[in-house]
């Protein structure tokens, strides 16, 4: 399936620069956007109204295809990986498909019903996708974009649809660290910020950690949280003294989530790692070969005050 996967995205790479639906060229990426993260498209003239369109089958082709493998990847890490896409691309689908319901209304003097509909109902997927594919803190980032320039520019002020959106978490439960720690200072403690993905309450959540290297037991911290949050917590630990690999527990609405994914499975267990680096001294940063007085700053405009 990996030689099937790569001779997919080798086809969409020669095919260049995403392509409008009306083209209905199969295999490359579509133009789902006016531009990344995304302002939700305006068809041109020749783009498929109907999104059972064969022309808009093939447009998408390269997402259907690359998201029908999801039941054939094999491995915990090999499915996360290949997850992060599948959320991506079905959330370009739900963009596409977004853009033909939204010239139906506006064709229809935003009196369809049905199509106000489909554009929360889209709306509303496109965020379930966005969210479970969130690894670091630019993801969040691409949501807000996502919120301000479609949900708040086109659905509430240009299109004027006042509906409350869906907001149920419908995706599978996960809990994620972000940003990535993978190192601290000798005269630092290690405290990891953690959000937990899911629509229920969250059970003993833990951090096991021990000596990078060491076969002997996890020691185990519970997580605090972070503002009063539900889902939003921390991991704090004072600083051992050593290197050491972690990994985080806990449970949603009682299904078992962990962190790495590939994480705390015995004899096979691949988990984060955090490497303590000796405190730089004043002497060593004096020492340096490199001084502020050796970098050129020409051109670099003064700051005003």
Same mark, same amino acid.
């Given at each position: 399936?990996?030689?099937?996967?790569?001779?997919? /995205?080798?086809?969409?790479?020669? /095919?260049?620069?995403?392509?409008?639906?009306?083209?209905?060229?199969?295999?490359?990426?579509?133009?789902?956007? =006016?531009? /990344?993260?995304?302002?939700?498209?305006?068809?041109?003239?020749?783009?498929?109204?109907i999104t059972t369109d064969p022309k808009f089958l093939d447009a998408i082709d390269v997402y259907t295809q690359f998201c029908s493998y999801k039941d054939h990847i094999i491995g915990i890490g090999n499915r996360d990986r290949y997850m992060y896409w599948y959320h991506f691309f079905q959330g370009q689908i739900e963009l596409c498909k977004m853009a033909i319901y939204r010239q139906l209304?506006?064709?229809?003097?935003?009196?369809?019903?049905?199509? =106000?509909?489909?554009?929360?109902?889209?709306?509303?997927?496109?965020?379930?996708?966005?969210?479970?594919?969130?690894?670091?803190?630019?993801? /969040?980032?691409?949501?807000?974009?996502?919120?301000?320039?479609?949900?708040?520019?086109?659905?509430?002020?240009?299109?004027?649809?006042?509906?409350?959106?869906?907001?149920?978490?419908?995706?599978?439960?996960?809990?994620?660290?972000?940003?990535?720690?993978?190192?601290?200072?000798?005269?630092?403690?290690?405290?990891?910020?953690?959000?937990?993905?899911?629509?229920?309450?969250?059970? =003993?959540?833990?951090?096991?950690? =021990?000596?990078?290297?060491?076969s002997g037991a996890f020691s185990t911290v519970a997580l605090k949280l972070v503002n009063s949050s539900r889902h939003v917590m921390k991991a704090s630990l004072a600083n051992p003294g050593y290197d050491f690999e972690y990994y985080i527990t806990g449970l949603i609405d009682g299904h078992p989530v962990t962190y790495p994914v590939t994480g705390g499975i015995e004899g096979t267990s691949i988990n984060k790692t955090i490497v303590i680096s000796p405190t730089a001294s004043i002497d060593a940063r004096e020492d340096s070969d490199t001084t502020t007085e050796e970098i050129d700053l020409s051109g670099v405009p003064e700051l005003e005050d």
């Open positions: 399936k990996s030689d099937e996967i790569g001779t997919l /995205l080798a086809m969409a790479d020669r /095919l260049g620069e995403p392509k409008f639906t009306g083209e209905g060229i199969k295999g490359s990426i579509p133009r789902a956007s =006016r531009f /990344l993260p995304s302002a939700l498209n305006e068809l041109e003239d020749d783009d498929p109204k209304y506006v064709e229809s003097d935003f009196l369809d019903g049905a199509m =106000r509909k489909l554009i929360l109902k889209s709306w509303s997927n496109l965020m379930t996708h966005e969210i479970q594919r969130i690894r670091n803190v630019s993801e /969040l980032g691409v949501i807000a974009q996502l919120h301000q320039s479609t949900l708040t520019d086109v659905i509430r002020g240009e299109l004027e649809i006042t509906e409350l959106v869906d907001t149920t978490y419908k995706g599978e439960s996960s809990v994620r660290a972000m940003p990535e720690i993978s190192q601290i200072r000798s005269d630092e403690n290690f405290e990891q910020k953690v959000i937990f993905l899911g629509s229920g309450d969250v059970k =003993r959540p833990c951090m096991h950690y =021990r000596k990078m290297g060491s």
